[in-house]
């Protein structure tokens, strides 16, 4: 549990760094798509394996 839990929080923190950098560069279009990329392809995992594995 404890290595799920830091690799979530590596995995978390560059994904909050990569949009970061993107806002800094004034990449806003492609800050936003990373944020919404990330986050809607996590939660389609997320549910593709709860429907698997159940």
């Known amino acids: 549990m ?3 839990f830091c690799g979530a929080l ?3 923190s560059a994904f ?3 949009v970061v ?3 800094e560069e ?3 279009g492609r800050a936003l798509g990373q944020l ?3 986050v809607v392809l996590g939660l389609g ?3 593709a394996g709860y ?3 159940g």
């Open 26 to 28: 004034r990449a806003l």
């Open 45 to 47: 995992a997320a549910a």
């Open 2 to 4: 404890g290595t799920g």
């Open 51 to 53: 429907v698997l594995a």
């Open 10 to 12: 590596t995995t978390f």
């Open 36 to 38: 919404a990329a990330t």
């Open 21 to 23: 950098r993107l806002l």
């Open 16 to 18: 909050g760094a990569d």
